[in-house]
T-cell receptor, first 117, second 112 residues
Framework: QQQVKQSPQSLIVQKGGISIINCAYENTAFDYFPWYQQFPGKGPALLIAIRPDVSEKKEGRFTISFNKSAKQFSLHIMDSQPGDSATYFCAASSSNAGGTSYGKLTFGQGTILTVHP | KAGVTQTPRYLIKTRGQQVTLSCSPISGHRSVSWYQQTPGQGLQFLFEYFSETQRNKGNFPGRFSGRQFSNSRSEMNVSTLELGDSALYLC???????????FGQGTRLTVV
């Protein structure tokens, strides 16, 4: 019940195209859904995050869409650029359980995005 | 503002040895979490510390331990190293548990 399933494993997109990565979760207690971007040799960098009180959040070219009833959320990268080529991870956490805050993140398996020029 | 600092960046150890990794969180952040990243298992939660107390622990054997100091800096220790412990160990800091988490560059541990 703690899993977060991410798809696809890899994605190839042409420059200027839209990249879409999907995640599904089972634990209904999850209430925080961040996306991380990781370049080789670096730690994951927080990209954008959403909480279930909204269905969409946009920051620049990056948009999270959230479907609470389907227990799914996705990352859309508009106007994809070669510099966006990286591994993307979705994650989820139950940040508040029984009045206590926790920061444990459960990660998806990652999507390797390649943007061709 | 300095980010999360992990030291050392790279380590090579022999099976059976022990190792200590260090993490300095972003200034003002009081919560530190540790994760193990491997190609096969992905990113897996190890433990979380806040106010020098372990608040949460992942499904790892007792050989993995950690602690947090009064200045919020944290260390993790792995004893009796096994080949399978080879991984990138990542530290993340946040203001408080459940807030946005920011990762360091990690410590690459290789066990031979």
């Amino acid at each position: 019940q703690q899993q977060v399933k991410q798809s696809p494993q890899s994605l190839i997109v042409q420059k200027g195209g839209i990249s879409i990565i999907n995640c599904a979760y089972e634990n209904t207690a999850f209430d925080y859904f961040p996306w991380y971007q990781q370049f080789p040799g670096k730690g994951p960098a927080l990209l954008i995050a959403i909480r279930p009180d909204v269905s969409e959040k946009k920051e620049g070219r990056f948009t999270i869409s959230f479907n609470k009833s389907a227990k799914q959320f996705s990352l859309h990268i508009m106007d994809s650029q070669p510099g966006d080529s990286a591994t993307y991870f979705c994650a989820a956490s139950s940040s508040n359980a029984g009045g206590t805050s926790y920061g444990k993140l459960t990660f998806g398996q990652g999507t390797i995005l390649t943007v061709h020029p | 503002k300095a980010g999360v600092t992990q030291t050392p960046r790279y380590l090579i150890k022999t099976r059976g040895q022990q190792v200590t990794l260090s993490c300095s969180p972003i200034s003002g952040h009081r919560s530190v979490s540790w994760y193990q990243q491997t190609p096969g298992q992905g990113l897996q939660f190890l433990f979380e510390y806040f106010s020098e107390t372990q608040r949460n622990k992942g499904n790892f054997p007792g050989r993995f331990s950690g602690r947090q100091f009064s200045n919020s800096r944290s260390e993790m220790n792995v004893s009796t190293l096994e080949l399978g412990d080879s991984a990138l160990y990542l530290c993340a800091s946040s203001l408080v548990p459940g807030a946005e988490a920011f990762f360091g560059q990690g410590t690459r541990l290789t066990v031979v």
